[in-house]
């Protein structure tokens, strides 16, 4: 006997925030390929997440744009109840953020730096957890972090990106834990180098030739990731393909951490 396929996805919403950024939006374009209707937020890129949302549904499929400043309790709330009320669920949530931070060895991160980051990444990922969690744990849902191969391998110089990653994923593994019952899965994804959105950025003046050739030269594979191969992950993961798949940290880094 043939028994039928679920969906992918149940019918709502996938949340991604930090959609306008460059591994963000490639994650929303693949999200919608799979069938569901995406939110894509911004911060102040409007414009990008304008253009990731017009892309998605010049295909036919459904996007919207939503801002949203993570340091902003009560701006997550409001978009995530617009979003309850107009598509009736948020069924997964992926936390794609990024900031262009400054390269620092530990000596030389400020207290005003390091309070700068936890607030953006640490803080900001708790609320958007405080503004999502209720609404998942009524129906079930994915949340997905996209984090670092930092947390594996400690990269010299990235304290400022690495060192919050690695407290999310410590709260990841305890959404896993205490939300399962619930049906709430959570997963992070350890992502390397990825030639995309801030690398882009910069890699022709923060990196000097040398640095690109040592680096490559560490990689399994020798090259820099691609977007669309963090976003292959990421929908898996959020996906019904994975419903047995909680807690984990999958590497997306070419086997850098090996």
């Not at 992926?94 to 730096?113: C, F, L, Q, S």
Request: charged share 20%.
């Amino acid at each position: 006997m043939t028994v039928a396929r679920k969906p992918d996805f149940p019918e709502g919403i996938a949340l991604v925030v930090g959609g306008s950024g460059g591994n963000g939006q490639v994650i929303a374009q693949h999200l919608a390929e799979a069938g569901t209707a995406v939110a894509i937020s911004y911060n102040s890129n409007r414009a990008n997440a304008e253009a990731a949302a017009e892309a998605i549904a010049s295909t036919g499929s459904n996007a919207s744009v939503v801002q949203i400043d993570v340091r902003d309790p009560d701006s997550l709330k409001a978009a995530v109840d617009k979003l309850v009320a107009d598509y009736g669920r948020i069924h997964t949530v992926i936390i794609a953020t990024g900031y262009d931070i400054k390269m620092r060895m530990i000596h030389e991160v400020t207290p005003e730096e390091w309070r700068a980051v936890i607030d953006n990444d640490v803080n900001g990922f708790f609320n958007i957890i405080h503004a999502t969690l209720p609404h998942l744990r009524e129906k079930g849902g994915s949340y997905v972090h996209i984090g670092s191969a930092g947390v594996v391998k400690w990269p010299e110089r990235d304290v400022l990106s690495v060192a919050p990653k690695g407290a999310i994923q410590q709260l990841m593994k305890g959404i896993a834990r205490e939300e399962g019952g619930n049906n709430v899965r959570a997963n992070s994804i350890a992502i390397g180098v990825i030639d995309v959105g801030i690398f882009h950025r910069l890699k022709d003046t923060a990196f000097d030739a040398e640095w690109h050739r040592t680096v490559q030269a560490t990689i399994a594979l020798h090259r820099y990731g691609a977007a669309e191969e963090v976003a292959d992950t990421a929908v898996f993961l959020a996906s019904s393909r994975a419903g047995y798949v909680t807690g984990q940290t999958i590497s997306c880094d070419g086997g850098w951490n090996l």
